[in-house]
């Protein structure tokens, strides 16, 4: 008599902790490693796991302090640029340093939009520390804006000079009157 | 629905576009000379006209002037033919005009003969007497010798007779300074030279001196005196020559019936003494005490048999003419009268004769006799040898518009007789029969022009905002009505634009406007305009130039065409009023009814007392209420006050003069009690300074008082004496030292930056003085070795001397003028310098330069930049110094004129404007008068605060010259006037022309380029508003197919 018995696999009764037993049961299929399927429920509350979350937090932090340092590998370059255009004032080298002036100054803007994807870990947790990577970023942008800053005066954009205020002095009265 | 608004939306855009570009139409083209500039090319009043036929057909009328030009005039037209403009001071004393050729004496002691070519005006020989210690002022005259090439002419204190082609005379007679000689006359043997003998002490008497001399040898025949009591140029004196019968004096004693007539040449006196009768006409002794005579042809070669002469007298209140002619009958001398003429009027402004050439063609030469009478009309008639006139005619004219008619002349264009009328205001008009406007006529008044000044224009009102104003006035109330009445007015004009084909099949408009953008006028509108200009235009380019004149004209032109708007002859008991200065008291004011006023200032020329006239400025007329005010003084100073009179609404002007008691007052006009309030309501402190003019040794201040009790003022009237001026200081030149001018800014002095901008964004700032003042003086005798001029620049409220120098072997002539002007913190003059040969020798010093040489201080607070007097009121008590930099530069050519540009807010720089002697109206830029003009390479900071290396010559750059082609004559001002563009200056030259023109010192930055295309504006505009209307229900219906899809 043929056996009636039929071979069904069913995986509503996987769990993590289920070990294969002798009497029976479904059988894992080859290759089939339970810890890896169901790593994604359990790995948080694990003791390795925990062990994780301190790597990756330091991983974050050195990522951060790249993003913090960025900026400052384009400086020599929009240094070059600056002195290729030239201090005179035109079109070019205008556009040069609005480029110098406005790009760190829009970045230090957006410092939080920055190191948020960074400093956020979890729903709940508390968000990972980043001030020194902040600090240094923005540090790191003034000095471009100073640079720009330095590059406008040395250009004669910055109302520095008498002459600058020329136009606003007041002209003298004359208490007398002579034909 | 949506297409509708879309499309209505883009109409009106660019109606707006097109709108806004209508009114840069007028825009200035580098193309446009002689659109956007005029010249007026002059003579002066002439003071005598010589009709000469060059042949049967072609006549030319030959005129020498009191500005010292001789003209050839067109007889047909009036125009300059050619003219030669003599010295400044080199008097045409003589013309003649004999077989092609212009004969003129001109110059007082050194006295300049020349022979001119009639036609071409090209100088055929010349001949200059140097100056003689013996010279007797007066003295000149000159007259072809017949038959020949030669001249006899009383030069200095000689009598020559030239030739062409020689050196040296063919003979001189010294005169010895026995009398000033006036008169040559010719014989077939001998010269009488005729003049006022000396007075002596034992010889008081006026009378004539006679030398006789032979005309080939030279040897003086004889010298007698005759006539007791007669003066050659006086109205009862008359010269007689005749070919047949000699030369003859006639004259009547002043005050006295009879008659005398000598021979010349009769050294035991002939005389030929008659009575009343001597013309053959029955006259009352009353009658004949009123007679005046006139010497017509005295050409002897016009007058082979019968010599004439005209008398005019009065009878019974009514003016009558006659014509005398001289014959002899058997060995008696006869006098008859041939024509006579009697005017109807009572009283008579003046008369005048004249009479044409005699010969084969023209036997019966005609005279004209023209009575001016009272009633503002001139009637002349033309006679021949009977009693009834041959051509007669009538001149409607105004006497108040060019003052009395002084002499005529009477000259043919194709056998027709025209009178040529001269009126002593300036006008020569020429008349033909039967016609009572002049065929042409020359205002020559404006060749004496004193002063002048700019009066603003209202813009055009468009004819919507007039209609509106005419039937509600209240409507105009709300700026924003009147901006909608003004777009309403232009897009009508679009309409009428558009309609009319765009103005390709329409009447070009600038035929009919012509350039003044006044309609073409006729001779007789020119003249006495029916209705004066009232409007400008939008930039203020068009406005009035009122001008005062020493020929007693005042006459407003318009500075775009030089069309005339009105003209006013101001006298002050019938002689001309001497006018020194006109000043705009009441400026053109939107919506109001008030007119604006000119005052204008001058002196009586019989009394010397100052004379003020206030005029409607827009019409020439006397201002409501108001005649020519004749002052119990004599000025000796006049300015603008800026302070105006609450009641008049009329500004003030100030009059410093000396009372009998020797004090120093300011008088004020208009004198009444609310001006004197206005004027110590904002005029304390005034200072002004005085001087003795030119040859003064010293400049005094004067600090003027108001008085302190307020009822003094309340009591004012026109006959209160002026304010007391208290002398405040005295500036004493340096011994040997005489003044030759005083300079001030006149306005200029305004800026828009006070400070000079260096290289390194550091600042000069500009030493902003009002009360500068700039003096000349005349150091040394220019025959000495130590000869030069001095510069002061004193401070007139204080009168501290801010700055001086001496320029050596300089000197100041007529020919060689000093010429200064002060513009913001800048003293530019020029002059002329002798060089010294020593000076040159050492170092190449400056003095060694022998040419015109310009001079420019600049004046700044400081020699260090960034330093300045922080206080807010300049007040010349606190006495600071300018530091003072100066250059030299040598000037192109002679200049008579300087002036300078002037702009609505100063912002766009400044040209320096010659007036050349040459004729040219130089422009330079400002920047080639900095001071700061390194010697050197420039360096980094020159260059870019714009310093030009240093060059000594200024360059006569042909692309400067603002008056291009038009030879500017005799130029001795420059106006300039801002108009309604920053860019723009409006600059008036004038002295014997008149030139008016408009410049862009810094280019035209906010005007549209001649090269901007405004067809193609106008088309892509139009394409795209079609691009949007054929576009727009494509796209939406595109979007609504993809919504579906």
Redesign the interface.
């Known amino acids: 008599m043929p056996s009636t018995a039929r071979v069904y696999a069913d995986f509503t009764s996987l769990t993590k902790h289920s070990k294969p037993t002798a009497r029976g049961g479904p059988i894992d299929p080859h290759g089939f490693d339970a810890a890896l399927a169901s790593s994604a429920s359990s790995a948080v509350s694990s003791g390795s796991a925990h062990k994780d979350d301190q790597t990756d937090q330091m991983l974050r932090a050195k990522k951060a302090w790249e993003v913090a340092m960025g900026p400052a590998k384009t400086l020599p370059m929009q240094a070059f640029m600056a002195w290729m255009s030239g201090t005179g004032v035109s079109i070019f080298s205008i556009l040069i340093t609005a480029m110098i002036l406005m790009t760190p100054l829009r970045t230090i803007m957006t410092v939080q939009q920055t190191f948020a994807p960074l400093e956020r870990v979890a729903k709940g947790r508390p968000a990972l520390d980043l001030t020194m990577q902040k600090a240094a970023f923005v540090a790191i942008n003034i000095a471009g804006v100073l640079f720009a800053v330095y590059r406008l005066s040395i250009m004669?954009l910055l109302p520095t000079?008498?002459?600058?205020w020329?136009?606003f002095?007041?002209?003298?009265?004359?208490?007398?009157?002579?034909? | 629905m949506l297409g509708g608004v879309s499309l209505s939306r883009a109409a009106l855009s660019l109606t707006l576009a097109i709108g806004s570009l209508s009114s840069f139409a007028h825009g200035l083209f580098p193309d446009e000379a002689g659109r956007i500039d005029w010249h007026r090319a002059q003579i002066g009043r002439p003071t005598k006209i010589v009709p000469y036929a060059f042949n049967e057909t072609d006549t030319g009328l030959f005129a020498i002037t009191d500005r010292n030009t001789l003209a050839s005039l067109s007889p047909a037209s009036g125009e300059i033919v050619w003219r030669q403009m003599f010295g400044p001071d080199e008097t045409i004393k003589a013309l003649r005009v004999r077989d092609g050729r212009a004969l003129t004496l001109s110059g007082a002691n050194e006295t300049q003969v020349r022979v001119w070519d009639a036609v071409s005006g090209s100088l055929v020989w010349g001949f200059s007497q140097p100056p003689d210690a013996n010279y007797r002022k007066g003295s000149g005259a000159a007259e072809f010798v017949e038959g020949s090439e030669d001249v006899v002419a009383v030069v200095g204190d000689s009598l020559v007779r030239l030739t062409p082609g020689a050196t040296v005379p063919v003979w001189e007679v010294p005169l010895n300074a026995t009398a000033a000689y006036k008169r040559v006359v010719l014989e077939d043997k001998s010269v009488f030279v005729v003049g006022d003998a000396r007075l002596t002490k034992k010889n008081p008497k006026p009378r004539m001196q006679v030398v006789e001399v032979d005309l080939k040898t030279g040897g003086v025949k004889q010298k007698y005196q005759f006539a007791s009591g007669q003066a050659v140029r006086s109205n009862r004196v008359v010269f007689l020559q005749s070919r047949e019968y000699g030369s003859y004096v006639v004259w009547r004693d002043e005050k006295n019936i009879v008659w005398f007539v000598h021979r010349l040449g009769m050294s035991d006196p002939e005389w030929e003494i008659y009575h009343a009768k001597l013309v053959q006409v029955e006259l009352m002794p009353a009658d004949m005490l009123t007679s005046t005579l006139y010497e017509i042809d005295s050409d002897p070669a016009l007058n082979a048999n019968h010599p004439r002469f005209v008398m005019t007298y009065l009878k019974d209140d009514k003016i009558k003419t006659i014509v005398v002619e001289m014959y002899r009958s058997g060995d008696k001398l006869e006098m008859r009268k041939v024509a006579g003429f009697r005017s109807d009027d009572a009283v008579v402004a003046g008369c005048g004769i004249a009479a044409a050439k005699k010969d084969a063609a023209n036997p019966n030469a005609p005279r004209a006799v023209v009575s001016v009478r009272s009633s503002d009309n001139v009637s002349w008639r033309v006679y021949t040898d009977s009693k009834t006139p041959t051509h007669t005619g009538d001149f409607a004219y105004s006497k108040d518009t060019y003052g009395p008619v002084k002499s005529a002349t009477l000259y043919h264009v194709g056998g027709e007789p025209r009178v040529l009328v001269q009126t002593s205001g300036g006008l020569v008009a020429a008349l033909a029969p039967g016609s009572s406007e002049p065929v042409w006529f020359r205002d020559e008044s404006l060749s004496h022009a004193t002063d002048m000044a700019f009066l603003e224009l209202p813009p055009p009102v468009s004819s919507a905002e007039y209609a509106a104003k005419a039937t509600d006035p209240s409507v105009l109330g709300s700026p924003v009505t009147r901006y909608i009445l003004r777009w309403a007015e232009t897009v009508k004009s679009i309409v009428s634009w558009v309609t009319s084909g765009f103005g390709f099949f329409a009447p070009s408009s600038a035929d009919a406007v012509g350039a003044s953008g006044q309609a073409a006028r006729t001779v007789a509108e020119e003249l006495a305009p029916g209705s004066p200009i009232v409007a400008g235009d939008h930039f203020g380019f068009r406005k009035l130039s009122v001008f005062g004149t020493s020929t007693g004209v005042v006459a407003a032109l318009s500075t775009q065409g030089g069309s005339r708007s009105w003209t006013r002859f101001l006298a002050d008991n019938g002689t001309a009023v001497d006018i020194e200065n006109v000043f705009v008291t009441r400026r053109n004011q939107p919506m109001s009814s008030s007119a604006p006023l000119v005052t204008v200032v001058g002196r009586s020329r019989a009394s010397g007392n100052t004379v003020v006239a206030v005029l409607n400025a827009l019409t020439g007329e006397f201002a409501d209420g108001s005649e020519l005010a004749v002052l119990p003084y004599s000025h000796a100073?006049v300015?603008e006050?800026?302070a105006v009179d609450t009641l008049s609404n009329q500004q003030l002007v100030?009059l410093v003069y000396r009372d009998p008691e020797n004090q120093t007052r300011l008088g004020i006009w208009p004198s009444t009690a609310s001006a004197a309030k206005a004027f110590c309501a904002v005029?304390e402190?005034?200072?002004?300074?005085l001087n003795d003019g030119a040859g003064s040794t010293d400049l005094r201040g004067f600090r003027v008082e108001c008085p302190a009790d307020e009822a003094e003022l309340d009591s004012w009237t026109e006959g209160s004496s002026g304010f007391v001026g208290r002398e405040q200081w005295r500036f004493d030149l340096p011994a040997g030292e005489t003044l030759v001018s005083t300079t001030g800014y006149g306005g200029a002095q305004s800026t828009a930056?006070?400070?000079r901008?260096?290289g390194?964004?550091?600042?000069l700032y500009k030493y902003?003085n009002?009360?500068l003042i700039t003096l000349a003086t005349r150091v040394g005798k220019a025959e000495s070795s130590s000869h030069g001029i001095g510069i002061y620049m004193v401070d007139?409220?204080t009168g501290s001397l801010l700055y001086s120098t001496v320029h050596a072997n300089a000197h100041v002539t007529a020919k060689q003028p000093f010429l200064a002007i002060q513009s913001e913190n800048r003293v530019i003059y020029q002059f002329w310098q002798e060089g010294s040969p020593a000076a040159a020798g050492s170092t190449g010093h400056s003095d060694a330069v022998r040419g015109y040489v310009t001079v420019v201080a600049d004046l700044y607070e400081s020699d260090k930049?960034?330093t300045r007097d922080e206080?807010?009121?300049?007040?010349?008590y606190d006495l600071l110094l300018p530091h003072v930099i100066t250059e030299a530069f040598v000037a192109p050519e002679a200049a008579s004129a300087l002036g300078v540009t002037r702009t609505g807010s100063n912002i766009s720089t400044r040209d320096v404007v010659f007036g050349l002697a040459s004729g040219k109206l130089l422009s330079l830029p400002d920047q080639m008068f900095d001071a700061r003009r390194p010697k050197r390479a420039a360096t980094k900071d020159e260059q870019a605060e714009g310093l030009v290396p240093y060059a000594a010559p200024l360059a006569l750059d042909p692309k400067r010259v603002l008056s291009h082609c038009n030879a500017v004559a005799g130029i001795r001002q420059i106006r300039a006037a801002p108009t309604h563009l920053e860019s723009t200056s409006l600059v008036a030259a004038y002295g014997l022309d008149l030139f008016f023109t408009r410049t862009s010192p810094s280019g035209t930055f906010d005007q549209l380029s001649p090269s901007f295309s405004k067809v193609n504006l106008v088309v892509t505009t139009l394409a795209l508003a079609v691009g949007c209307l054929l576009g727009g229900p494509m796209v939406r219906r595109k979007l609504t197919n993809q919504a579906w899809a």
């Open positions: 004669g000079a008498s002459s600058d020329l136009a002095i007041p002209a003298k009265t004359y208490p007398e009157l002579s034909f | 100073k300015f006050l800026p100030g005029a402190p005034v200072f002004f300074d930056l006070l400070g901008v260096l390194d964004r550091s600042v902003l009002p009360h007139r409220v930049p960034d206080s807010r009121a300049f007040s010349s």
